[in-house]
Each structure stands twice: as C-alpha cells, then as structure tokens.
Antibody, heavy 118, light 107 residues
Framework: EVQLVESGGGLVQPGGSLRLSCAAS????????MNWVRQAPGKGLEWVSY????????HYADSVKGRFTISRDNAKNSLYLQMNSLRAEDTAIYYC???????????WGQGTMVTVSS | DIQMTQSPSSLSASVGDRVTITCRAS??????LNWYQQKPGKAPKLLIY???SLQSGVPSRISGSGSGTDFTLSISSLQPEDFATYYC?????????FGGGTKVEIK
C-alpha cells in the first residue's frame, strides 16, 4: 500500500524549533518529488515547500523562507521539514504530499499538528 | 504570486443535484489546475489533475474543464459521500497556490 506517515508535531513556544518527518512506503520514494502543505485550524490549504527527487531543487513559500528547511534521505525513504524561529501563525496541520506531474499532490499523509504557543 | 479564486465559497445542494464550482486564476496557467476534496478531519484527496484528467479511483460523475484562467469542477449527480470541501490548486509556477475552498453542504 502506498503510504505517507508524518511525525514530529507538537506544542512549541514562539521562537522554538521542531523537526517533522514523513516516512514513505509502498512506492519508489527516490523517484518522486515531494512537498509539505499545511492547514491552519479552520482554514484552507497552504503549500509550504517542494523538493525534487534528488534533493537538488528546493522551493519555499515566502512565509517560511529562511526559517524552514526541507530535506530528504532517499536511503531511508524519508522526508523532513526543519522548522526554526516558529511563530503563532505557523500553527497548523502539516501534511507531506507526493508530487504527480504536473505539480499535483496525489498521495497525502494523515498530517501532524504543530501548535506554536506560550 | 498567482491568486486562485473559487466561487461560491459554499453551497447547499440535494442528493442527485448537478453541482458546479468555478476557479479563476489571476493570470494564465494553461491547464496546470488540480482539484481536491477534503472531508472533516481527513487529508485532501486528489480528484482532477491537469484541469480535466480524472485521478484513478475517482468516480466518473466528477469532471473538470477549462484552460487559461477559468476552470470548472462538476459533479453530475451529487451523492452523500460528495458532501465535503473542494479546493483548486495551480501547478503552473511556485509558489503553488490553492483557492479558498468551496464547502458543499446538504440542503
């Protein structure tokens, strides 16, 4: 079964850091581009970051540029999001999502909740 | 950034109704337009990619059309499992952007 499972969410104080992980299974992870997408409570979807299959090309939303870092380990079938200098407005469910050309998201994880609050 | 505007933001419909949701891009995006369905507490599900291609496993009562800046998602005969929120998303350029969503509720 094709599956993505996120982990690493939780409660963190403003200015703090958190590292999210996404474990992939059921497909050849190294062949696929990947993304992080978030959804604030009761709000719509917001794309956060993209990484190519090799990791050589990366894009970020302006709202997280300079604070978040996307990476992947193809040997471990895993995607990561390092989040630094967290703000209250980063509070959201964070989903990892597999890319389907042309830039659709065809497989999603169940999401992990990140709450930034003092 | 490309802005995606969906309308309506919500609608009420009955089982068996035909439902149409529109999505407008703030600039030309060819057919780089995708549609998702999201139910409460669940991750979004891809329905339509490249404006009109049906994702595997999605029922044929769901269809998409459009190109350029104007797009439409249609459900030919609304079923109970179709009550959800629908989002469009452009894949033409980064930042990838979503519409604000359309909530389809039971009348």
């Amino acid at each position: 079964e094709v599956q993505l499972v996120e982990s690493g969410g939780g409660l963190v104080q403003p200015g703090g850091s958190l590292r999210l992980s996404c474990a992939a299974s059921g497909f050849t992870f190294s062949s696929y581009e990947m993304n992080w997408v978030r959804q604030a409570p009761g709000k719509g979807l917001e794309w956060v970051s993209y990484i190519s299959s090799s990791g050589s090309t990366i894009h970020y939303a302006d709202s997280v540029k300079g604070r978040f870092t996307i990476s992947r380990d193809n040997a471990k079938n895993s995607l990561y999001l390092q989040m630094n200098s967290l703000r209250a407005e980063d509070t959201a469910i964070y989903y990892c999502a597999r890319n389907k050309r042309p830039d659709a998201f065809d497989i999603w994880g169940q999401g992990t909740m990140v709450t930034v609050s003092s | 950034d490309i802005q995606m505007t969906q309308s309506p933001s919500s609608l009420s419909a009955s089982v068996g109704d035909r439902v149409t949701i529109t999505c407008r891009a703030s600039q030309y995006i060819s057919t780089y337009l995708n549609w998702y369905q999201q139910k409460p507490g669940k991750a979004p599900k891809l329905l339509i990619y490249a404006a009109s291609s049906l994702q595997s496993g999605v029922p044929s009562r769901i269809s998409g059309s459009g190109s350029g800046t104007d797009f439409t998602l249609s459900i030919s005969s609304l079923q109970p499992e179709d009550f959800a929120t629908y989002y469009c998303q452009q894949g033409y350029s980064t930042p990838l952007t979503f519409g604000g969503g359309t909530k389809v509720e039971i009348k």
